[in-house]
């Protein structure tokens, strides 16, 4: 059904404009307007990129025991919604960290119910195509965020509480889309989906192992977002308003790509154009790390990660979902996510701390090294599988 597939897009692009606006601004919110240190902002980072893993396993198996993925996504929907309002009054380390938990927490619960109904209303066929889909949706609401952050703050310098308020706004847009026109379908056969000890048979069989290990692997030699565009913006010292622009040049890469690069591994096989992804990050760790810079290897850079977001943010569920059963999907992906965010929240943890000590260059020289180490056992554990 096409036209759910589409709905959801235009939720997720909703929800986007609200949380990539937050995004946009987090890290030199936090580190120029809070004064919070690089290690206190990789901790906020860790848990923007790994603390919904504490609830995504829950969702999915939520999803698959009551079949209603539309009221457990709205759920998610609402929490990530209130938390853009509470970052307002949040100023000390401790109130920023409860409130990006609760935003995460949100995307946690939302996600595999999301992904799942997809899944289900989907050719298994086309399944890249599906989500690549979703996510062209999803993205566009991506790249326009930040530009809607970088406006309200050309317009208020240093207008944060506007950002706030504004992405409030469109994240309650997203929840009345999902409640008023999302069909309430049942997914999984209308069954009430495997009991916990099968469930964890299927997660933990032959199927799913190795994908788990490699995404695991290579989540963990993945250097956040926001650590990337701080390298960038400390090495070519650009003013801080235009920082927000970094993630439209990488969003509106990942737009252009994102169902191309699905219909691609339809065809060619999920796993090839996955570790692709990993080889285009890899470049942006070398790009990142060059001692001069400059607007071309800038966009370059942005360019790179845009197409590693549009091989690997998609193509993931797709690579997982004809891996596990049908009553047992959103479990699947929910556990191929967790792998991913929870490998991810150690790696904002350790780079922080290799930024502090190494500097940013050769923080991710070394990440570039072990990538390159991680992305070949992640081929030897994903070879044959399409």
Not at 270 to 284: C, I, N, Q, T, Y
Not at 320 to 348: C, D, H, K, N, Y
């Amino acid at each position: 059904m096409a036209g759910t597939v589409f709905l959801l897009g235009v939720v997720s692009l909703l929800t986007d404009v609200s949380s990539e606006m937050v995004a946009a601004v987090l890290p030199l919110y936090l580190t120029a307007e809070l004064g919070l240190s690089l290690i206190a902002y990789g901790v906020v980072d860790g848990l923007y990129q790994g603390v919904s893993a504490l609830v995504r396993i829950f969702g999915g198996y939520l999803n698959d025991r009551s079949n209603r993925p539309k009221w457990i996504a709205a759920a998610g929907y609402g929490v990530s919604a209130l938390s853009r309002i509470a970052l307002i009054p949040a100023h000390g380390f401790a109130a920023v960290t409860a409130v990006v938990t609760a935003d995460r927490l949100g995307k946690g619960f939302r996600t595999a119910p999301r992904d799942a109904l997809i899944a289900d209303v989907s050719d298994p066929a086309a399944l890249g195509r599906a989500f690549g889909v979703h996510r062209t949706l999803d993205t566009i609401g991506a790249a326009l965020g930040p530009l809607a952050a970088f406006a309200l703050l050309l317009a208020v310098p240093g207008g944060y509480t506007s950002v706030f308020v504004a992405s409030f706004a469109f994240g309650v847009l997203g929840v009345a889309v999902l409640v008023l026109f999302v069909p309430d379908r049942r997914t999984g056969g209308g069954g009430a989906g495997l009991p916990l000890r099968r469930l964890f048979t299927e997660l933990a069989g032959p199927r799913l192992r190795r994908p788990l290990i490699a995404v695991g692997v290579l989540g963990l030699l993945t250097v956040g977002d926001g650590f990337l565009y701080l390298s960038l913006q400390h090495r070519d010292d650009f003013a801080a308003r235009w920082f927000p622009l970094m993630y439209v040049g990488t969003n509106l890469v990942y737009l252009l790509l994102a169902v191309p690069v699905g219909r691609l591994a339809d065809r060619v096989g999920r796993a090839r154009v996955f570790l692709g992804g990993h080889v285009a990050l890899l470049a942006v760790y070398l790009v990142a790390a060059a001692p001069s810079g400059g607007l071309w290897l800038t966009l370059l850079a942005l360019g790179l990660l845009g197409a590693y977001y549009a091989a690997t943010d998609g193509v993931l569920p797709a690579l997982i979902s004809p891996r596990v059963p049908a009553e047992a999907r959103g479990s699947g992906i929910a556990a191929a996510q967790t792998v991913v965010v929870l490998a991810r929240f150690a790696m904002a943890l350790a780079f922080a701390v290799l930024w502090q000590f190494l500097g940013p260059s050769a923080a991710l020289c070394l990440a570039a090294g072990l990538l390159t180490v991680g992305m070949v056992a992640a081929w030897r554990l994903l070879k044959g599988i399409e």
